[in-house]
Nanobody, 120 residues
Framework: QVQLVESGGGLVQAGGSLRLSCAAS????????LGWFRQAPGTEREFVAA????????YYADSVKGRFTISKENAKNTVYLQMNSLKPEDTAVYYC?????????????WGQGTQVTVSS
């Protein structure tokens, strides 16, 4: 099992920045990828960004390319999401998720989420 704890959410004005953190613990040795997803009220959960734990290959949703940056700090078992030029439509609960080496494209482990609110 892998436990994930997000932090860093909050209220920010449009055009502002926030940095989310996701600390992983437990059986992290088999982690293949860590990702960020978000869900706004009344919508489906959507992919935001992901990074592979070994080589740091990054993936982004088109809606956040050029504005968000995902990074990792292996020594701290932590992944970050730097969010710049925030827009009201970025308002959502942001979730961190992890996939394992054996099921690399399935996110089996999820955090509890952190609220991001962008005011116009």
């Amino acid at each position: 099992q892998v436990q994930l704890v997000e932090s860093g959410g909050g209220l920010v004005q449009a055009g502002g920045s926030l940095r989310l953190s996701c600390a992983a613990s437990g059986r992290t040795a088999n982690t293949y990828k860590l990702g960020w997803f978000r869900q706004a009220p009344g919508t489906e959960r959507e992919f935001v960004a992901a990074i592979t734990w070994d080589f740091g290959i990054r993936y982004y949703a088109d809606s956040v390319k050029g504005r968000f940056t995902i990074s990792k700090e292996n020594a701290k078992n932590t992944v970050y999401l730097q969010m710049n030029s925030l827009k009201p439509e970025d308002t959502a609960v942001y979730y961190c998720a992890a996939s394992s080496i054996t099921r690399s494209n399935v996110y089996d482990f999820w955090g509890q989420g952190t609220q991001v609110t962008v005011s116009s």
